[in-house]
């Protein structure tokens, strides 16, 4: 079966650097991913990674580890308007080829000022 | 880029009653689409996969007679709640696969804006 953890809830401070960790275990990985959601609204991309190391995009890093079934967001600079749940997501590859995308609890991020 | 159109964004209905929810694909064209049903403050659960052209692939303890869903055409799937109840309240998504530019060239989901159903 597929499983995928996230912490529930996680505070930090405007400025600060904030590290969100997702683990894993799927018997046919093909990616992982990251989506932003705020309450109410659908989730965007934020990241992808397939091969283990860090992907970077601007304030965003992603990190993947695919031994160990384990990847982190990192958030840098924070501002306010990064209050907002961050889910990981796995693809996976079943035996017949198809794929689906599975998505963790989510971590609600609240940034304080 | 490409974009996900999803309607209606709100309905309040009835018990007993059948909503149907819209999911298009505007300028590209979705072979595949996947539905989730978000329950307040929980991540995003799979009910099941459109196929366009034929039957949608459900997941395990999903009701396939309570929530039909049609991919008729490359760029449309619909969700039909049929006999809704209360407890079938919940926000529901629709998204594509969409291939990302650049180097990667991953496949990514794209999501509509969601549905949120209310039955009263």
């Known amino acids: 079966g597929q499983n995928i953890d996230q912490p529930t809830e996680m505070t930090a401070t405007e400025g600060a650097i904030v590290q969100i960790n997702c683990t894993y275990q799927?018997?046919?990985?093909?990616?992982l991913f990251w989506y932003q959601q705020h309450a109410g609204e659908a989730p965007t991309f934020l990241s992808y990674?397939?091969?283990?190391g860090l992907e970077e995009k601007g304030r965003f890093s992603s990190f993947l580890s695919r031994s160990k079934g384990y990847s982190y967001l990192l958030l840098k600079e924070l501002q306010m308007k990064d209050s907002a749940s961050y889910l990981c997501a796995v693809r996976d590859q079943a035996t017949s080829g198809t794929y689906k995308y599975i998505f963790g609890t989510g971590t609600r991020l609240k940034v304080l000022a | 880029g490409a974009v996900v159109s999803q309607h209606p964004s709100r309905v309040i209905c009835k018990s007993g009653t059948s909503v149907k929810i819209e999911c298009r694909s505007l300028d590209f064209q979705a072979t595949t689409m996947f539905w989730y049903r978000q329950f307040p403050k929980q991540s995003l659960m799979l009910m099941a996969t459109s196929n366009e052209g034929s039957k949608a692939t459900y997941e395990q303890g999903v009701e396939k007679d309570k929530f039909l869903i049609n991919h008729a055409s490359l760029t449309l799937s619909t969700l039909t709640v049929t006999s809704a109840h209360p407890e079938d309240s919940s926000f529901y998504i629709c998204s594509a696969r969409v291939r990302l530019a650049g180097g990667s060239g991953a496949n990514v989901l794209t999501f509509g804006a969601g549905s949120r159903l209310t039955v009263l």
């Open positions: 799927t018997s046919g990985f093909n990616g």
């Open positions: 990674n397939v091969l283990d």
